[in-house]
């Protein structure tokens, strides 16, 4: 063979050889630029703040207790409509839901459903005669637990706003007496036997400003079985004189928490109803104004996190007056 002929030989594999590789690496591309069309868009997570002022609705409806009760309540929601993470909330004491909504309509807005029922010792039930304290107990207890159960009335009330419940993802939250009532929801045991006890039907809690150990009611055992993640809000002024006069008893469930999921937000100066911004309401103060909204952010990054919300909003770094802790781990 010539070595002419052997030089076209070769340049002409050398020509398919290129063209293979050209034709492969066109391919790949190809499949790369299709893999990227075909993906969904990522959706970027927002600052918890923000979150805070979307919009939110508010309804109402009433559901029957035992022996024919009626439990008036109060349902927050995102505008839009869409299938969302529940969350029931308990007043503080003589308290009732639409005092709150400084704190209930932005975490609905975050894009959680509310169940807030009005319970026996608000005083807008304006008793001739209160109720006893066994009486409050015991109805609180069965007040949330009917928040728990898939009512018909409640998912038909939302059904209409194009709403509805994910009941596999569920948190507790309450104020002070309705703070201890949501504790036990998330496995916390009292001493009196209560219609939640050993339910533990939640992921999480958010206690703003828990009573600490209570003859009677509940001990520092308590909270040993309380295993879920937990978030407990409370300030350096959070005291009731005669009942608590030392902020830091209301931190007594996070000391007695099993460690590991456990979440502490401290506000400096702040009191039992931030000031008036809910619970008491009356004009707050900028700086109870302020800590207000980062406590606010926690309770909504605390949620999309234990609630497995993705992607979870993003908490911004602490201001001046407040301190975060997460088991050990303080953010000032």
Not at 100 to 126: F, M, Q, T
Not at 191 to 212: I, K, M, R
Request: with cysteine; aromatic share 6%; hydrophobic share 45%.
């Amino acid at each position: 063979m010539s070595q002419q002929r052997k030089t076209c030989q070769l340049s002409h594999i050398a020509m398919i050889v290129v063209k293979t590789i050209t034709d492969l690496i066109r391919r790949a591309a190809m499949v790369s630029i299709l893999a990227v069309i075909a993906a969904p868009a990522a959706i970027a997570a927002v600052p918890c703040e923000h979150d805070a002022i979307a919009d939110a609705r508010v309804d109402t409806v009433t559901v029957q207790a035992a022996e024919g009760r009626t439990v008036p309540l109060e349902i927050l929601h995102p505008a839009a409509q869409g299938k969302y993470p529940l969350v029931v909330f308990s007043h503080g004491a003589f308290a009732s839901p639409d005092r709150y909504h400084a704190l209930l309509k932005p975490v609905a807005a975050a894009g959680y459903i509310i169940l807030a029922p009005r319970h026996l010792d608000s005083e807008d039930w304006e008793w001739t005669e209160k109720p006893s304290q066994a009486a409050v107990w015991a109805s609180r207890g069965e007040d949330m637990a009917l928040m728990l159960a898939q009512n018909a009335a409640i998912i038909s009330k939302l059904a209409e706003a194009g709403i509805e419940i994910d009941y596999d993802h569920i948190a507790a939250m309450g104020h002070s007496y309705g703070a201890l009532i949501a504790q036990i929801i998330g496995g916390a045991r009292p001493l009196t036997p209560s219609a939640l006890s050993g339910q533990q039907s939640v992921q999480a809690v958010v206690a703003f400003s828990p009573p600490g150990i209570t003859p009677g009611l509940i001990d520092e055992k308590g909270w040993s079985e309380m295993t879920v993640p937990n978030l407990t809000i409370t300030g350096t002024a959070d005291i009731l004189p005669g009942f608590i006069n030392d902020w830091k008893i209301h931190k007594h469930s996070f000391d007695h928490a099993p460690a590991g999921k456990r979440w502490l937000w401290v506000g400096d100066g702040i009191d039992h109803y931030f000031g008036g911004m809910f619970g008491r309401e009356k004009p707050a103060s900028e700086d109870s104004r302020t800590l207000f909204g980062r406590a606010l952010a926690t309770t909504i990054a605390f949620l999309d996190q234990a609630l497995g919300k993705t992607p979870p909003c993003l908490l911004k770094p602490p201001v001046p007056g407040e301190l975060l802790t997460r088991d050990g781990t303080a953010h000032e």
